[in-house]
């Protein structure tokens, strides 16, 4: 059906069967996204995605709501986001997430999308939506619910079962989204079908995902995300059955080998975004802007290797070499895996990611590097419609220099990087450049792996650009003049060249700039080094004025833009500018502060208050405003005292009474693996979808039984546990994910009989704990991994061929949700989760108290550990509480932490990750109020606690009001 529009006209205005999705005030920022709240036209071509006519450029970061559960957060981060000089957000949309069964949906608390998008549309950002149905994503299944696995039909294709299951999923979030689009005055800008939909499957799948949403009401442009192999897709898929109109690409340059931070520089390829459709702007669908943290070495290594000098490089490289005018960044924030929502094989709880933010919502220098560069892309408009170029030639055969130019402005970008890509040197050259307003022999120097893009050829506001050695942050008009931010390599020589009809007059009011005029070109140059923070006045020469701010890529860090509508406001300083307006001769800034400090505010205005509080300014010489900001107040964290411990796991005594579990005796099932004994045990063929499970198996022995072989799935990272009549036995690893063809023998445990455990025809019985980390993905489309069961898939007694009869227990209700407000992902089948110990509000009065946890034994089994605490944090403050565990992961245990009933994390040995802080995200964490912790350790042999603590991974005054979510208590 899609392919009934046109190739240009994608979207048309929408007709009036939805109201605007905004909510009550939009800001209406010049040049900002959706200025106007009425719906707008989408329209592309090869250059750019325009609304209303009008070319945009899509900056955009992604992040995932369902690994941020606090919706008042995800305020936090957008205003974040939106700061860096993002304009978009990138949103996979979680299916597994909202469907704990069949037919049952949840879109409510920490799954309220169109809260999300409602935000996102109030904010002027735009978003580009990812709803699959696969997502891939590291999250558990891809996406698919695990109930996904009982359905006949082989997934990602057109097979009646899948497509009936996920015609179910796009009918509930489809219309959600459909009410945010642009054209109806909402955020949404592209929607995102499917997920490196590798050719060679099923087009008319592809197909059939774009006429449901066509169907649904989605009127923007379709574009999928392409992995590793695009040319196939360019000839399969060109204009044909199942081919999108924006195709994007998927380009990870850097790989995901975080152990080798140092030297990786481009281990999978230059990352240059390839166009697959000539008549579609280029579009980088997911460019790598962190790591999975493949060797468990930790994300702080994957930061090193997706750090600002890989930013600057490779994404500088890609938008000038590949035109495209469409980027989005993954991740920008990752957030936390937390409850069971990771795929096992990639990651662990923490999902970082090693981002520009991190998982505790902390800023880094890679955020900074993504400001200065999205500061520069979303403010010059030529960029958004470019043509290759000729470039400058360079006198040094060690720099090169690409070019593209808009072909009607003129305006030059030029790319200057060293010529070969991993040369670390020291290299100067001249350039021979032929710009718009004339030939010039440019001086240029390009230190270490830096690449600039060099602009000639600007209107930059009511100034003439003639060229500049410095780099372009960002420019505005303020109080009828300009202010341009621009900057260079710490300690290099800058010189830029500007165009006056007539001798202009120049001050320099701070470092050391001198200048030049010719009258016969009307050329002013400034010369000078990129060192602090350089100011120049021009006025005269026929233009209006210009404040023009020299800076290193350090001292232009602490600038920020924000869209008011009284124009553009920059203000240098804080550690966070959220909002600005301006109302008569007052800004009023929301900010965060780290430390106490100076602000700079240049604004058309004589006063400032920032959080509501009226700050005292004088005026500067610059134009400016100037005054001192207080920091935070100092953070008290209580240390964590009066534990109270229970033992659990009676479900491991031969007189427990599970008359009440399910009968596990299925002779069959849809796996394409095959039981290595029969019943069928597979956890999710019973409804046992997410966390632990327990089996009990019951047989009369004949006493003649030596050992008892296992096998059992757990994922990666997994393990088993298994008692006979009450005697713990062992524990063994779980199997892992396969290649295409099963693994006849997964996960194997012999465990041997002791003597005199059994008696000859006496009844025993069996107790088997098997943990289930997550679903694996079908990243392959092979429908054979993604079925892989989790739980056991055999269990015989060696010396005996007593049959084994068996019942199963998982998490309390099944697929038929117990805690809806926490969702099918938060628990697993324990004991302890089943009779709410996790929960605050659990009378553990009667629990034995610990003193300390630090040294505290724990015996093979499943034992638990509560305290409350309570917090008095200073408000109006946004403090980062993260649960620290202060040894390395041991081996013999693994902790599960609920913080007031949300489990957050899963800490410990046998290959869990090496993660020892987890981060409490406030909402879930109550900052004035008491909380419930609660730890179920499962040890696999006798080992011991080590101390927990909470610590805070940073404080800033400001942040957003955050109001506690729905937490149900013990009932
Ligand atoms: C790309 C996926 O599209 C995305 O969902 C996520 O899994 C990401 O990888 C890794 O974090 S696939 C790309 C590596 C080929």
């Known amino acids: ?137 590291e999250t558990t299944g891809g996406g698919f619910p695990a109930w996904l696995k009982l359905v006949p039909g082989k997934a990602r294709t057109s097979a009646p079962g899948y497509t009936a299951a996920y015609t179910e999923w796009l009918d509930h979030i489809n219309p959600i989204i459909a009410r945010h689009q642009v054209t109806r005055g909402g955020s949404v800008l592209m929607y995102n079908v499917e997920n490196e939909y590798q050719a060679n499957t099923d087009a008319a799948y592809m197909q059939a995902l774009q006429d449901k949403a066509r169907a649904d009401g989605i009127d923007v442009p379709i574009v999928t995300n392409v992995c590793c192999d695009a040319g196939s897709w ?207 022999r440019v001086p240029v120097r390009v230190v270490g792996k830096d690449a600039k893009i060099l602009v000639a050829g600007y209107d930059l506001g009511g100034q003439r650009l003639v060229w500049s050695t410095s780099e372009i942050m960002t420019h505005a008009a303020i109080g009828g003049r300009d202010v341009a931010v621009l900057y260079g390599t710490e300690a290099t020589g800058g010189a830029t060249v500007l165009r006056y009809p007539a001798r202009p007059r120049v001050r320099v009011l701070d470092g050391e700039v001198t200048s030049t005029y010719d009258p016969a070109t009307g050329d002013l140059r400034l010369d000078y080094r990129h060192e602090g923070l350089a100011r120049v006045e021009i006025s005269g020469g026929g233009r209006r004025s210009a404040l023009l701010l020299l800076g290193t890529h350090a001292t232009v860090s602490p600038f920020w833009r924000m869209e008011t509508d009284a124009g553009p406001v920059l203000v240098r300083g804080t550690s966070l500018v959220r909002s600005a307006t301006v109302t008569g001769a007052a800004v009023r800034l929301r900010a965060d502060t780290a430390a106490p400090g100076q602000i700079e505010v240049f604004a058309p205005a004589r006063r400032l208050s920032v959080n509501g509080q009226p700050v005292g300014v004088r005026p500067t010489p610059s134009g400016s405003l100037v005054g001192r900001l207080p920091g935070p107040d100092r953070v008290r964290l209580p240390r964590l005292t009066g534990w109270r411990t229970q033992v659990e796991a009676p479900e491991a005594a031969p007189g427990f009474d599970d008359s009440r579990w399910v009968v596990a005796d299925k002779t069959t099932s849809l796996s394409p693996y095959q039981p290595n004994t029969l019943p069928v045990l597979y956890a999710d063929d019973y409804g046992y979808h997410y966390g632990n499970v327990w089996y009990r198996g019951r047989f009369t022995a004949t006493g003649t039984e030596t050992a008892l072989k296992l096998n059992a799935i757990t ?41 005199g455990l059994l008696t000859a025809g006496k009844p025993a019985v069996l107790s088997v704990l098997v943990e289930n980390m997550g679903h694996n993905d079908d990243w392959t489309v092979d429908d054979v991994r993604m079925r892989q069961p989790r739980g056991l898939t055999g269990a015989a007694l060696i010396g005996s061929g007593a049959a084994l009869s068996w019942r199963i227990q998982g998490a309390r209700g099944g697929e038929d949700l117990t805690d809806r407000a926490r969702g099918p992902l938060n628990n697993g089948g324990l004991y302890g989760e089943r009779h709410g110990w996790s929960l605050p509000g659990y009378p553990d009065g009667s629990w034995r108290r610990v003193g300390s946890l630090a040294g505290t034994p724990v015996a093979p089994g499943v034992t638990w550990y509560r305290t409350t605490f309570g917090l008095d944090l200073p408000r109006g403050q946004d403090t980062s509480v993260a649960l620290r565990f202060a040894e390395p992961p041991p081996a013999g245990h693994r902790v599960m932490l609920f913080l007031n009933g949300w489990q957050l994390g899963l800490y410990g040995g046998g290959g869990m990750g090496p993660q020892t802080d987890f981060v409490l995200p406030a909402g879930l964490l109550r900052h004035n109020g008491t909380n419930t912790l609660a730890l179920a350790v499962t040890a696999r042999e006798a080992s011991e606690l080590g101390a927990v603590s909470l610590v805070s991974l940073g404080t800033q005054r400001g942040g957003v009001p955050v109001l506690p979510v729905h937490s149900p208590a013990f009932r």
């Open 715 to 755: 994922g990666r990272r997994g393990s088993y546990l298994v008692w006979l009549n009450g005697r713990y036995l062992g524990a063994a690893r779980g199997g892992v994910e396969d290649d295409s063809v099963p693994n006849p023998d997964p996960g194997p445990g012999t465990f041997a009989i002791p003597d």
């Open 234 to 440: 360019a000839s399969t898929w060109g204009s044909g059955l199942g081919a999108v109109q924006i195709p994007g690409v998927d380009d990870y340059p850097q790989s995901f080998d975080c152990a080798n931070a140092e030297t990786a520089w481009g281990p999978w390829g230059e990352g240059v975004t390839e166009r697959i459709r000539p008549d579609a702007p280029g579009y980088a669908a997911e460019y790598q802007a962190g790591a999975i943290d493949l060797g468990d070495t930790g994300y702080e290594r994957c930061r090193e290797l997706t750090g600002p000098e890989y930013m600057r490089f490779f994404y500088k490289n890609n938008a000038i070499t590949s035109g495209s005018t469409l980027f989005s960044y993954y991740m920008t924030f990752g957030g936390t895996n937390w409850g069971w929502l990771a795929q096992p094989n990639d990651v662990y709880t923490s999902y970082d990611y090693g981002a520009a933010i991190t998982e505790g919502r902390q800023l880094t220098a890679k955020y900074d590097e993504f400001k200065r560069q999205g500061y520069f892309l979303t403010a010059l408009a030529p960029l958004a419609k470019t043509d290759p170029a000729t470039a400058p030639t360079s006198d040094s055969p060690a720099l090169t220099a690409v070019a593209r130019s808009n072909p009607d402005t003129g305006t030059q970008f030029v790319l200057l990087r060293h010529t070969d890509r991993a040369a670390a040197s020291d290299d100067s050259g001249v350039l021979d450049w032929s710009t718009p307003d004339g030939r010039y």
């Open 1 to 137: 059906m899609n392919r009934a529009f046109g190739a240009v006209l994608v979207a048309i205005l929408a007709t009036a069967s939805a109201p605007s999705a905004a909510g009550a005030t939009r800001a209406a920022p010049d040049g900002a996204p959706g200025a106007a709240r009425a719906g707008q036209v989408v329209t592309y071509d090869q250059h750019s995605v325009m609304l209303d006519g009008r070319r945009i450029l899509v900056q955009g970061a992604e992040m995932h709501y369902f690994r941020l559960p606090s919706p008042d957060l995800w305020r936090d981060v957008l205003e974040k986001i939106r700061a860096g000089g993002f304009n978009t957000v990138s949103l996979y949309f979680d299916w597994a997430y909202h469907s704990p069964k069949r037919g049952v949906y949840d879109f409510t608390g920490v799954r309220d999308v169109d809260r999300l998008l409602r935000m996102i549309d109030e904010m002027g950002m735009w978003a580009i939506v990812r709803p699959g149905p696969y997502i891939n994503a």
